[in-house]
């Protein structure tokens, strides 16, 4: 069993940055890519970013550029530096840890969500 605990967020003014933590503990055998979703009030949770165990990183169009994820192995540590950040990030941002098979994803755990608010 894999758990996973996310921290870092808070309330930022716009154009202010944060970087989120997520540390995974437990039984990491199977995991293989971790990444981040978000859900903001009345929209649909969507994809962030994700990593893989071999490095390499998706981003959702939109976020490219501002967001960078990367990952501290040693740690069982993945973070979420966010740049530039627009009243549009406002949400629950939730860490996930996956075991990828081929095309399919399976989402082995979730995080229980850290906050991000950005306003003036």
């Known amino acids: 069993q894999v758990e996973l605990v996310e921290s870092g967020g808070g309330l930022v003014q716009p154009g202010g940055s944060l970087r989120l933590s997520c540390a995974a503990s437990g039984n990491m055998a199977n995991v293989n890519a971790m990444g981040w979703e978000r859900q903001a009030p009345g929209k649909q949770r969507e994809s962030v970013a994700v990593i893989r165990d071999d490095g390499s990183t998706t981003y959702a169009d939109s976020l490219k550029g501002r967001f960078t994820i990367s990952r501290d192995t040693a740690k069982n540590t993945v973070y979420l530096q966010m740049n530039s950040l627009k009243p549009e990030d406002t949400a629950l941002y939730f860490c996930?840890?996956?075991?990828?098979?081929?095309?399919?994803?399976?989402?082995?755990?979730w995080g229980q969500g850290t906050q991000v608010t950005v306003s003036s």
């Open positions: 996930h840890a996956d075991r990828l098979l081929g095309k399919h994803t399976i989402v082995l755990a």
